[in-house]
Nanobody
Framework: QVQFVESGGGLVPPGGSLRLSCAAS????????AYWYRQPPGRERELVAV????????SYADSVKGRFTISRDNGQNAVYLQMSRLKPDDTAVYYC?????????????????WGQGTQVTVSS
């Protein structure tokens, strides 16, 4: 059974940092590109970042470029999102997922099941 468990969210002031983690199971993680999506309050789920199966290629949404870094550890079946210089607009529930393909366009409909996500709130 494919499963994603996200963790590491919380309340952080503007300008702060957080590191999100995602544990994947039920499939051969090392052969899949991994994704972070987020869903701000009242809005659609949107692509944040993607990393290729081997970790050598990454892509980011313009809104987070230069502030967020995606990484992965295939030995641990995990993907991470290091977030810095956080802004109130980054407030959202953050989700991870995986696909065989590497896509840089935003389309949450490509994915099957999702985990519970982890809440990130940026506020003073």
């Amino acid at each position: 059974q494919v499963q994603f468990v996200e963790s590491g969210g919380g309340l952080v002031p503007p300008g702060g940092s957080l590191r999100l983690s995602c544990a994947a199971s039920g499939f051969t993680f090392s052969t899949y590109a991994a994704y972070w999506y987020r869903q701000p309050p009242g809005r659609e789920r949107e692509l944040v970042a993607v990393i290729s199966a081997g970790g050598g290629r990454t892509s980011y949404a313009d809104s987070v470029k230069g502030r967020f870094t995606i990484s992965r550890d295939n030995g641990q079946n995990a993907v991470y999102l290091q977030m810095s210089r956080l802004k109130p607009d980054d407030t959202a529930v953050y989700y991870c997922n995986a696909l065989l393909g590497y896509y840089t366009s935003n389309d949450a409909r490509r994915f099957g099941s999702w985990g519970q996500g982890t809440q990130v709130t940026v506020s003073s």
